[in-house]
């Protein structure tokens, strides 16, 4: 079992940064990918970035340049670094993992970009 709990969202400027924390816990053996997704209002969930196990790290269109996935396996941790924040990057950032086939989800942290 795969449990995720996001932390670090909240309300920040246009052009501020943030980081979103999100702790594992469980067993890791079997993780196929872990990744952020964001939801914003009236908006279908979208993945934000990917970071398979066997492949390469991919960011949506959207936020390459800006956010950087990361994991630290010491802290059982995954990262998403946010700069240069846009208001059209307002959201619920949730984390995921896939293992053997399962997804699994955290319950979501909100970002809001305004003045």
């Known amino acids: 079992q795969v449990q995720l709990v996001e932390s670090g969202g909240g309300l920040v400027q246009p052009g501020g940064s943030l980081r979103l924390s999100c702790a594992t816990s469980?067993?890791?053996?079997?993780?196929?990918?872990l990744g952020w997704y964001r939801q914003a209002p009236g908006k279908e969930r979208e993945v934000v970035a990917l970071m398979p196990t066997y492949s390469n790290t991919n960011y949506a269109d959207s936020v390459k340049g800006r956010f950087t996935i990361s994991r630290d396996n010491a802290k059982n941790t995954v990262y998403l670094q946010m700069n240069s924040l846009k208001p059209e990057d307002t959201a619920v950032y949730y984390c995921?993992?896939?293992?053997?086939?399962?997804?699994?989800w955290g319950q979501g942290t909100q970002v809001t970009v305004s003045s």
């Open positions: 469980g067993s890791i053996f079997g993780i196929d990918a």
């Open positions: 995921n993992a896939v293992r053997y086939g399962r997804s699994f």
